[in-house]
């Protein structure tokens, strides 16, 4: 699947690239990123390469990485227009000031007219809340994101590190009023973080909001750089972060990873992002690139497709055991279709289950 074979992002009709530029790491503002030169070569890179979807924020970098993306792109409407660039609000940029950040009208407002200006653009095709503000009522965030769509300063909203219960709440509150309403959701998803197939991958399914992953090669842990054979010999690049996931389960995994890498002629970051790609209600990963050879080796995955016994491999090796309701979810096939298959799923529990020709009392 090339980077020019788009996909809807979720159940809207925003066309984007199965594999999205993550911009967090553009500029050198806190001492480690990737510079303005390299930063535009990497843009250049990925547009060139049939690329449209470009995610950054308010706060990444203290707000240069914006600019940056407005210095090189939205001076040129020809080439913005043809861009999908997505942006978030929630972070405070203004120590001091309690409503410097934040999903309150006035921060979200004034946080959407900085990124107008730093973008050097008219509207953003999608505006991601990024974090949960608990101080703020759901409905005053969605009411306020409804009249910057209205206003055309924004086309799409989306969501990122929220519990599912809020953003069920935030789209049935947004529908019933005739709202503007989540259609993406960011979170980290990869084979080594999957803590959102219990309820965020449902709630996004249902509701049908497209998923795009961030971190999906956790942190680096899944590059290829760490492997069985160098363990405790390779430096990592952020320390206790990475190496809090270098252990036995995690080098079992890379060696798998690798065997399917050898399999399709390619790497082990690759088949990993293949991996996240392939799951349910995700629509385009995003790939971070602190240097333009990092983006080249990521951009591979989308020629990748992993075969049903590949992933059902991968899968068994990091595959998490949820509790309640999950638990007793599993025995419902059971319980409801009498040891019968329904859409395909079939179950049995013996014990629930009255003996073929008996009644109930």
């Not at 924004?154 to 519990?163: A, H, K, L």
Request: proline fraction near 4%; charge should be negative; hydrophobic fraction near 40%.
């Amino acid at each position: 699947m090339p980077l020019d074979q788009y996909v809807t992002l979720g159940r809207s009709g925003l066309r984007v690239s199965p594999l999205c530029l993550g911009a967090m790491t553009f500029g050198e503002d806190l001492g480690w990123g990737t510079s303005v030169e390299e930063s535009q070569q990497i843009i250049d890179r990925y547009t060139g390469l049939g690329g449209n979807f470009i995610d950054t924020a308010n706060f990444y970098t203290r707000s240069h990485s914006e600019k940056i993306i407005g210095d090189h792109i939205g001076r040129n409407a020809a080439r913005r227009d043809r861009l999908v660039i997505a942006t978030k609000f929630s972070g405070n940029l203004y120590p001091g000031d309690p409503n410097g950040g934040g999903s309150g009208r006035k921060s979200l407002i004034n946080a959407c007219e900085n990124s107008l200006r730093r973008l050097q653009t008219d509207y953003i095709d999608l505006y991601w809340l990024h974090i949960w503000d608990a101080n703020t009522p759901i409905d005053e965030t969605m009411a306020a994101l409804d009249d910057l769509v209205r206003a055309g300063k924004v086309r799409y909203i989306g969501v990122s590190d929220t519990p599912a219960w809020k953003i069920a709440e935030a789209n049935l509150i947004a529908r019933f009023r005739g709202w503007s309403s989540f259609v993406g959701l960011q979170v980290e998803y990869s084979l080594l973080e999957r803590a959102i197939e219990q309820e965020l991958v449902p709630m996004a399914s249902e509701f049908g909001l497209g998923i795009t992953p961030w971190s999906p090669l956790k942190g680096g842990v899944l590059s290829g750089k760490y492997t069985r054979a160098n363990a405790g010999r390779q430096d990592a690049d952020r320390g206790a972060m990475v190496n809090a996931f270098l252990n036995e389960k995690t080098y079992a995994l890379m060696d798998e990873l690798e065997t399917i890498a050898q399999a399709h002629e390619t790497t082990v970051a690759s088949v990993a992002l293949a991996w996240v790609h392939a799951q349910a209600a995700v629509s385009s990963v995003i790939i971070g690139a602190r240097r333009l050879s990092q983006l080249d080796d990521n951009v591979r995955a989308v020629d990748v497709s992993l075969r049903a016994d590949e992933l059902a491999r991968l899968d068994a090796l990091t595959k998490p055991k949820f509790g309640f309701p999950h638990n007793m979810l599993e025995m419902a096939p059971g319980i409801l279709n009498g040891g019968t298959s329904v859409n395909g799923v079939s179950g049995s529990i013996s014990e629930y289950v009255m003996p073929e020709g008996g009644r109930p009392y």
